[in-house]
């Protein structure tokens, strides 16, 4: 009749990746911890874009997020304490065409690596990176981290820490050629799924702040925006994330933010009242670094000799003519 | 008579001067004035200067803040010295012999109190504010954060500092500005973080500055693991950053010598001017004993050298620069003599039942105490085992090791570690010209795999050497010996 087969409609020599195909080990991460949802969230973001594993790359530093790329079956490179960022960078800037992932924790980005973190948000090269942030050391057993909020007793601060936690959206937004900032919190997957993607979609460096609860250091400290869902200010826009009509039953403190407009974006990433979730800055047009660095014509062979000999030839020496 | 001196007129060099005015401020007859034409060479104002009322008092002088930018018309730099240190540095930097009265630390004694039951971390601590140390600073990394984690719940109640920096480079640098302040200061670390301190350790041994490092260490290389391994005997005995480089390290093999060597590591730090590392492992940060109170604890006292930041020691300058070429070699000789005092005068080692040791056990840290095991065992085989245990890494107890190798006929090193101690045991031989070397065997493990007693009794009874030895009367296989 309409000569439909099977065939034609599902081409089953078409290789599809499913989500054991992003599975790596199980994760050794508590039972409820916030990392379990990420790593969920950026399975299926995977599994969507049909991203070829062997074309996909990990990156993380030291901390319980940087288990990270243990858990996922694509390539990983689990590094040093801080410098997930210059990693990713080496890598994407010879290998422009990888996917690049960087997953941090609090105290790997915003202690020791934050100078690396300033400095990959200037370079502005595209990858995603996702700072995990439960705000409190959990490899090394409950001391305070640079986002553990004022007052917090931790091991290294028994009488509570002594400074304000630092904002890292108001760094972020500050910091010369930001092109995408986003917060999310892990316990709303539909919110955290759709950040995600758009942060893979962006041009550039994508930087995505997940809130994430330590069930086993610090229960409590999440519990007034899970508690009450009005502390949580949802930021939505038709550039921005939308937020499902169930979401909206419960989100009821949201509101619509272009992400293209800076100056709002600081002003919701300073408010202390609530905690602004969604896209708050985007901007493709920043130049990347990597792909202002990429060769803009093909070299060939005799090309490159030419080069290295003009630069030994300034250099060389003729010792017959210097001895005559 | 006598001789008048004539008191030398200002100057003002107008490619140097900024126009801050602070001389307009200071000059009473009111000589300068504020200028108002841009010098073409410097784009900088400078200021006006009219000798008519000049007295030559001086004053102007001591107030431009700029080296030569108001000079005495006597001094008036030739070219070639605006390139000289001082100029660079400020008068500074042409050392002065003369210092404030230095303060000493005092003992006091300690009432009898009954001992603990505490982890090597703990006992660490314990004795670093028992030596006087009330300034932490630190980084958590497993496996010696319980130390960091003591000092933060009690050196706020002792007017003490506890910082929690953001990176161990952080940290060393802290401590640099500690130590220079002339304070006993200290940092727990591990493997990977000590690895990172390795450049302000460099700044530190080149400008003099004491500081504790308290290096817990763990598998590796890299992130390696969390578990005990000795593998940075090589960091601490010849990789302290660049340049010459060397400070004693210690090494414990109990919650109680965690404590002891911890007050020793002090005292020596101020001793020499120079950084002290203790080295424990994974499991001697980790497991409990009992440790004994000393019967005294210090009160730390002020050198006479720190920088403190009060009147008297304002003379005082604390860096590891020297641009002269020949400055830096005359500090690296200075430097070179106190290594060489180190390696004269702080050489200490245990020696268990060495005195007719014919197989000899070099061991240190945690691999130490099944090694103390196993001579006992030996012993009981019928042989005549011994365990040298060097307590300073660096300098290396030669001294002490020496006198023995007359009668032992083989050295077995067992250690955590890729050969690291063997390395310093062969060097310090090499250095005093041993060539007649007993057998030297090893047993060596890593990741956290520790040398076990039975397998240290197996290794060394299995050895053929000895029963050849009865039968053959004294044929000993001997590396170098006839």
Redesign the interface.
């Known amino acids: 009749m309409f000569n439909v087969s099977l065939e034609n409609l599902v081409d089953i020599d078409l290789e599809q990746y499913s989500l054991q195909d992003y599975q790596g080990s199980t994760p050794r991460w508590c039972s409820g911890c916030g990392d379990n949802a990420i790593l969920s969230a950026v399975q299926k973001l995977c599994r969507d874009e049909q991203l070829p594993p062997e074309k996909t790359v990990f990156v993380s530093g030291?901390g319980c997020s940087s288990r990270f790329p243990h858990y996922m079956k694509t390539y990983g490179f689990?590094g040093?304490?801080?410098r997930a960022l210059p990693i990713a960078q080496g890598i994407k800037m010879h290998r422009p065409d990888l996917h690049v992932f960087v997953n941090m924790g609090d105290?790997d980005c915003c202690?020791?690596g934050?100078a690396h973190w300033i400095h990959a948000l200037r370079y502005n090269m595209n990858m995603v990176a996702i700072m995990h942030d439960n705000g409190i050391?959990g490899?090394?057993?409950k001391?305070?981290s640079?986002t553990s909020p004022k007052g917090l007793v931790s091991?290294?601060?028994?009488?509570g820490t002594y400074m304000e936690a630092l904002n890292p959206a108001m760094v972020n937004l500050g910091v010369t050629n930001v092109s995408f900032f986003a917060q999310a919190v892990e316990w709303v997957p539909d919110m955290l799924n759709d950040i995600i993607s758009q942060a893979y979609h962006h041009r550039g460096f994508a930087f995505v702040r997940v809130l994430q609860r330590c069930p086993h250091f610090t229960p409590t400290m999440f519990d007034p925006l899970l508690s009450n869902p009005n502390n949580i200010l949802v930021l939505e826009h038709e550039n921005g994330i939308k937020l499902s009509e169930a979401a909206g039953r419960i989100y009821k403190n949201h509101e619509s933010h272009d992400p293209s407009d800076i100056q709002k974006a600081r002003e919701y990433a300073g408010r202390h009242d609530i905690v602004p979730v969604g896209i708050l800055y985007r901007n493709p047009e920043v130049p990347c670094y990597d792909e202002i660095r990429r060769p803009k014509r093909v070299f060939t062979p005799e090309m490159k000799e030419a080069v290295l000999n003009r630069e030994f030839d300034k250099f060389s020496v003729d010792i017959d003519s210097s001895e005559g | 008579m006598t001789a008048t001196k004539t008191k030398p007129k200002p100057l003002v060099i107008p490619e140097l001067c900024k126009g801050c005015g602070r001389c307009i401020e200071a000059c009473p007859q009111g000589c300068f004035t504020l200028g108002s034409e841009i010098n073409p060479e410097s784009g900088l104002i400078p200021v006006v200067l009219d000798l008519e009322k000049c007295n030559a008092c001086g004053l102007c002088f001591t107030a431009c803040p700029e080296p030569f930018g108001l000079t005495p018309v006597a001094d008036i730099p030739h070219p070639e010295d605006v390139d000289h240190e001082a100029f660079m540095m400020g008068e500074a930097t042409i050392r002065d012999d003369h210092y404030p009265d230095e303060i000493p630390p005092q003992k006091i004694p300690m009432p009898d109190l009954p001992p603990l039951f505490i982890k090597g971390t703990y006992a660490s601590a314990i004795g670093a504010l028992l030596a006087g140390c009330r300034h932490f600073y630190g980084?958590?990394?497993?496996p010696s954060?319980e130390g960091?984690?003591l000092m933060?719940?009690v050196l706020?109640d002792l007017e003490g500092t506890?910082v929690?920096a953001?990176?161990?480079?952080a940290t060393v640098n802290m401590m640099y500005g500690c130590g220079g302040a002339g304070l006993p200061c200290m940092t727990f670390t591990s493997s990977?973080g000590f690895s990172l301190m390795l450049e302000g350790i460099s700044y530190m041994i080149g400008a003099e500055v004491p500081g504790v490092f308290v290096n817990i260490m763990r598998g590796g290389p890299g992130?390696g693991n969390i578990a005990p391994e000795q593998s940075d005997i090589k960091l601490v005995s010849r990789g302290l950053g660049h340049g010459n480089t060397h400070a004693i390290s210690l090494a414990a093999s109990s919650p109680q010598e965690m404590l002891d060597l911890t007050m020793l590591a002090f005292e020596l730090t101020f001793k020499y001017r120079n950084p002290v590392v203790l080295l424990g492992d994974g499991y001697l940060g980790q497991i409990s004993g009992k440790v004994t109170l000393p019967r005294e604890m210090v009160k730390p006292g002020l050198p006479s050298w720190a920088v403190y930041g009060d009147a008297e020691h304002r003379k005082n300058l604390i860096c590891s620069i020297a641009l002269s070429e020949k400055e830096l070699e005359t500090h690296n000789y200075k430097l070179t003599d106190k290594y060489q005092r180190m390696i004269d005068n702080e050489q200490r080692a245990e020696l268990y039942r060495c005195h007719d040791a014919e197989v000899l056990i070099i061991a240190a840290n945690t691999p130490a105490r099944m090694a103390r095991g196993a001579v006992g065992q030996l012993r009981e085989k019928g042989i005549r085992a011994g365990l040298f245990r060097p307590i300073t890494i660096w300098p290396f107890p030669i001294g002490l090791l020496l006198p023995l190798l007359d009668q032992v006929k083989e050295i077995v090193v067992v250690e955590a570690s890729n050969g690291q101690l063997e390395d310093e045991m062969r060097l310090a031989l090499s250095h005093e010209h041993v060539v007649d070397l007993p057998l030297i065997d090893h047993i060596r493990h890593f990741g956290g795999v520790l040398p076990q007693l039975e397998e240290i009794v197996d290794h060394i009874s299995k050895d053929n050497l000895f029963e050849d030895s009865e039968k053959n009367g004294n044929a000993w296989k001997k590396g170098g010996r006839s």
């Open positions: 030291i689990h040093l304490h801080g105290g202690s020791i934050t050391y490899l090394t057993k001391q305070a640079p091991n290294t601060t028994p009488q | 980084y958590p990394i497993t954060t960091a984690e933060a719940k706020p506890f929690q953001v990176s161990e480079v990977p992130l």
